[in-house]
């Protein structure tokens, strides 16, 4: 078959599968604005020709945005099928409007689309935190106003799959039936945990090992949707119940999710102001964002791996973390229940209790031996249920076979 993928960062989210397809006989190319060629898969990057706006209503700025890339996207394709290609199947993730106008150009071509979330005004990301909570109707109005691209890609999608079911649940019951649930894949093969390891982070090469008290935290970037806040809140007494800790929070400075710092600042700083007086900054290391061989390492000796999230789409660290052996200690929230049963194959803490927090953290690293059972039983959570090759990848494809035969 010709499959053409569509991401803007190719190749996100189909990494894996775009491979194999590439591997496996069929001729597999991409559309990306910014996107990297795999072994098997051709990528064609293409310009965006113009930007936003300036002074456009605030609630239609999102939807320009992703009108243009979808603009875009279509050039690029149009030029592709004046030279003669035309795909069997269009596999591409709709979030950034890229996928809106390729049917005008191959009408009769199918579309499978890869659905991380749906933005709703309450129940799940919005609100859920009172401390950045923005309860008038023009914040609410504006969220609502985010899924007009979402929308327009559900009717446009022949089929869907989405990681989780409670992401999928997050899309209207309309649709819903057309969304199969398939993860992206965790390779567990190489994501195994390991004895006697050793590693050195930081600015002055700290030696880590085996049996050390370290307590890990990933953000891609370190914000409050994902509970840099409640961590940080939690140091204090965290460090007073256990003295010998170290504590290593791996990501950036930026954001990735909800509403930026104000100007001047980032989340990272705002929080460690407030707690850096009544913490050892010596036993806290900022990593910013590692090379991945680094990543999993320190996951490898993670003797508590801390994982918060707001009602949102769920990190593939946790997952990575499950299946190195690292035990969860994760939000009370519905993206993290799906995965973690509470004392069988992690522990979970409510996201905003931040003593709660502290002393579950403190109870793992003193009771090692109490977990490790908790710890076997979230690598094989992952395996049974997330394995990339075992799994996910061939349902991915199972997926893609039966798309592509409806094409009409």
């Avoid at 022949?158 to 894949?185: K, N």
Wanted: overall charge neutral; glycine content about 8%; hydrophobic content about 40%.
């Amino acid at each position: 078959m010709k499959i053409l993928f569509v991401h803007q960062n190719f190749p996100g989210q189909f990494r894996h599968l775009a491979s194999a397809l590439g591997m496996g006989g069929h001729e597999v190319r991409s559309l990306a604005i910014k996107g990297t060629a795999l072994h098997g898969a051709e990528v064609c990057n293409y310009p965006v020709s113009r930007g936003s706006t300036p002074n456009i209503h605030p609630w239609a700025g999102d939807f320009e945005t992703k009108l243009i890339r979808g603009e875009a996207c279509a050039a690029a394709a149009a030029r592709m099928q004046a030279e003669g290609y035309c795909p069997d199947l269009i596999v591409g993730h709709p979030g950034w409007g890229e996928m809106l106008f390729l049917k005008e150009i191959w009408p009769k071509v199918p579309h499978l689309h890869f659905l991380e979330f749906y933005y709703s005004p309450d129940g799940a990301d919005v609100g859920f935190d009172p401390e950045f909570r923005l309860s008038d109707w023009h914040n609410l109005a504006r969220v609502r106003a985010k899924n007009a691209n979402g929308l327009l890609n559900l009717e446009l999608m022949d089929a869907a799959y989405s990681p989780t079911q409670w992401q999928r649940s997050s899309y209207p019951a309309l649709y819903q039936p057309r969304v199969d649930v398939i993860h992206d894949g965790i390779d567990t093969d190489t994501l195994a945990p390991a004895s006697a390891q050793v590693a050195n982070v930081g600015p002055d090469k700290l030696t880590l090992k085996t049996g050390m008290e370290i307590v890990t935290f990933v953000n891609r970037n370190l914000e409050p949707y994902r509970g840099y806040h409640v961590f940080m809140r939690a140091l204090p007494r965290l460090q007073a119940l256990r003295p010998n800790a170290l504590f290593l929070l791996v990501g950036g400075d930026g954001v990735s999710y909800g509403a930026a710092a104000p100007k001047g600042t980032s989340w990272k700083n705002i929080f460690l102001e407030e707690v850096k007086d009544r913490i050892d900054m010596s036993r806290v290391l900022f990593l910013g964002n590692l090379p991945y061989s680094t990543f999993t390492g320190i996951l490898r000796l993670s003797a508590a791996h801390v994982y918060l999230t707001y009602p949102f789409v769920l990190s593939w660290s946790m997952l990575e973390a499950m299946s190195l052996g690292a035990l969860i200690v994760g939000s009370r929230t519905p993206p993290v229940e799906e995965v973690i049963e509470h004392e069988r194959n992690g522990v979970l803490v409510d996201f905003f209790d931040v003593d709660g927090l502290a002393d579950r953290v403190a109870h793992v690293l003193a009771n090692p031996q109490h977990y490790q059972g908790m710890r076997e039983a979230a690598r094989q959570t992952v395996i049974d249920r997330y394995d990339l090759r075992r799994h996910c990848l061939p349902q991915q494809i199972a997926l893609v076979e039966r798309v592509a035969g409806m094409k009409a």
